[in-house]
């Protein structure tokens, strides 16, 4: 009579997939003094794509992941993106793609994990208050250059894919990793390699996921969105040689004053970007949109105190989330040419060049923009009728990303946050830029979320970066219960 009943039962039991989350949220708990150990091998590489001397670093610790994966039993590929050109002319080996596979169920959704290990420079010197390469744990915060951006939750992913090993659980589905080594400096060759693969490699992903940014409060959030950004140049050039402002000044038509002048123009003291067409282009505020604003945590007196400024450009919680993630916006980043030293030189510089960007959001088109700056910038100045010579060009035109948080990701991002965190999810989007998610969507046509695990105050890019062991742990916890929840996905066909 048993004999005939158990396997009926444990069909019953496979069918369903039993997840088993408290098996492994405990096998994550007894294993996090491991988990920050691996964090501290990892944070003590000094993978700064920015510098060229740190480059053995940097293969080293492609090496440190490929490594990480085959361990794990993987199948692990060092993907060659070729050589970087540098300013002197000479090149220099890009760090290899590690790309790494677990398991290949036709039957199963797959998704692909991006992350990168490369970090930004840190030195002592820059007002770390403690070595920036030797991971340190200070009340329950590890901090370290790269512990949030990118490498603990990278290392997380992982950590998520050895529990379910460990505990000889059946992964939910075929878990794929992509970790690149240049992503602080622009990617370089990343997109390239995408392209190439995307018959191959990508072919078989269902879904990309994309860890690489952070909470905006202690609420777990999905981002849904980032801005794109389109990088300009603005030069005048005037008199052959720099002069004396006492002895020429009065008798020559200044670049400075010409190029001010028309930077004046681009933006009003209230914000209001002046180029026409830009603001007609943005996709209006939807009631919907304002009303998951309305919803989000946003601590207005927590964000002026962390920026240092008593006054923001608006005093309600959704006119800033909009006008931080959906709405365009000027920033004028610095004029080179111009005397910028200590001191009082009384020169008159015979050019300069101004650095600005225009954040992009839906939708504005990178092509559109350059002409509507381009056109104004030159319509502006010939008003000033000045003998001088503009020139006008559009160096960057990275496009915005926005995914619909209605999708089954989503959903599934919500209920694994509350089922980890027993907390709603907020929904946010980032005011910066992360170009390998539109490159994703647009060459692979797969759905892709932002399922951050950092910090809202982890200091990422700034000195005393951290991941605290909360975010860590119960990120990897997330990451785990996320696969479960991915593999209910109706597999697309
Ligand atoms: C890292 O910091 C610890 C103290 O937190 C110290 O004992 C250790 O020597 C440091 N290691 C290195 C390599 O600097
Ligand atoms: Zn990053």
Redesign the pocket.
């Known amino acids: 009579m048993t004999l005939f009943l158990l396997p009926s039962i444990l069909l019953v039991i496979s069918a369903v997939h039993a997840f088993q989350f408290e098996e492994l949220a405990h096998y994550v708990d007894s294993h996090q003094e491991e988990y920050v150990e691996a964090l501290r091998d990892w944070v ?1 590489v000094e993978s700064d794509s920015s510098d060229v001397l740190k480059r053995p670093e940097l293969h080293r610790m492609m090496e440190m992941t490929a490594q990480k994966l085959r361990s794990m039993g993987g199948n692990v590929q060092l993907v060659d993106i070729g050589v970087q050109e540098l300013p002197d002319g000479q090149t220099l080996a890009l760090p290899k793609v590690v790309t790494g596979q677990f398991g290949s169920d036709p039957n199963k959704n797959t998704v692909c994990v991006y992350g990168h290990v490369d970090v930004q420079p840190a030195k002592i010197e820059d007002g770390w208050a ?2 920036p ?5 200070i009340n329950g915060n590890l901090y370290g250059r790269g512990a949030s951006d990118n490498k603990a939750p990278v290392l997380a992913w992982m950590h998520a894919v050895e529990a379910y090993q460990a505990l000889n659980m059946e992964l939910p589905v075929n878990v794929k990793f992509v970790v690149e080594g240049m992503e602080e400096t622009g990617s370089n060759g990343l997109d390239a390699m995408i392209l190439a693969q995307r018959d191959t490699f990508f072919s078989d992903v269902d879904f990309i996921i994309i860890s690489d940014c952070g909470w905006l409060s202690r609420r777990p959030a999905l981002t849904y969105g980032t801005r794109g950004n389109c990088y300009f140049f603005a030069e005048v050039e005037g008199p052959k040689q720099d002069l004396h402002s006492g002895v020429y000044g009065g008798t020559v038509i200044e670049p400075m004053t010409d190029l001010i002048g028309i930077l004046d123009t681009l933006i009003s003291p209230s914000g209001k970007i002046l180029v026409p067409g830009i603001r007609e282009a943005v996709a209006p505020l939807s009631d919907e949109e304002w009303r998951m604003y309305q919803d989000i945590e946003f601590d207005i007196n927590d964000y002026k105190s962390k920026i240092g400024v008593n006054q923001l450009m608006y005093t309600n919680k959704v006119d800033l989330l909009a006008h931080r993630w959906r709405y365009p916006t000027v920033t004028i980043h610095g004029i080179e040419g111009a005397f910028s030293a200590p001191g009082s030189k009384t020169v008159i510089p015979a050019k300069v060049i101004a650095k600005f960007s225009i954040r992009q959001v839906p939708d504005m088109e990178p092509a559109v923009v350059k002409k509507q700056v381009t056109d104004y910038l030159h319509s502006v100045f010939a008003k000033r009728k000045s003998p001088n010579t503009l020139k006008v060009t559009m160096i960057i035109g990275a496009k915005p990303w926005l995914a619909d948080t209605k999708h089954a990701l989503y959903e599934a991002g919500r209920t694994a946050i509350k089922k980890v965190f027993d907390m709603e999810a907020d929904l946010i989007r980032e005011g910066g830029t992360i170009p390998i998610a539109r490159t994703f969507q647009d060459v692979t046509g797969k759905s892709i979320i932002m399922l951050p695990i950092g910090g809202f105050d982890d200091g990422l890019h700034s000195q005393n970066e951290k991941m605290s062991r909360y975010n860590y742990i119960e990120g990897t916890k997330l990451f785990i219960t996320y696969l479960n929840e991915v593999a209910q996905i109706k597999k697309s066909v």
């Open positions: 003590a403690t070595e390469y030797n991971l340190t744990d």
